[in-house]
């Protein structure tokens, strides 16, 4: 399993980028896949994911702004990032979060991306 992010990039306050991540490798066991990002110092923070059923969920600092979508195909994801602010400068990870299920037990896998960086200036 791979994913592949692009789109990030230097842009103003105000202004917007849409970040893409192609996962590679079975997507059956997709449960979700979703965007994270990290600020130089800081932990790295959930900033939106989707669900295998569509149900998508976001940081409450990016809500209203963000929009994650993804492919019919279900191996990409994209994440439209409008009205960005300085704060929103990070590294941004895409994640893929499968669920194998035997009939033992059900194992959980998390996967990243390279990550692609985000500035946004003042």
């Known amino acids: 399993v791979q994913l592949q992010a692009s789109g990030g990039g230097l842009v103003q306050a105000g202004g917007s980028l849409k970040l893409s991540c192609v996962t590679s490798?079975?997507?059956?066991?997709?449960?979700?896949m979703g965007w994270y990002r990290q600020a130089p110092g800081q932990q790295r923070d959930l900033v939106a994911s989707?669900?295998?059923?569509?149900?998508?969920r976001y940081a409450d600092s990016v809500k209203g702004r963000f929009v994650i979508a993804r492919d019919i195909a279900g191996s990409t994801i994209t994440l439209q990032m409008n009205s960005l602010k300085p704060e929103d400068t990070a590294v941004y990870f895409c994640?893929?979060?499968?669920?194998?299920?035997?009939?033992?037990?059900?194992?959980?896998?998390?996967?990243w991306g390279q990550g692609t960086e985000v500035t946004v200036s003042s």
């Open positions: 994640n893929r979060h499968d669920l194998v299920a035997t009939i033992e037990r059900t194992t959980e896998f998390d996967y």
């Open positions: 490798g079975s997507i059956s066991s997709i449960a979700a």
């Open positions: 989707i669900t295998r059923s569509g149900m998508k």
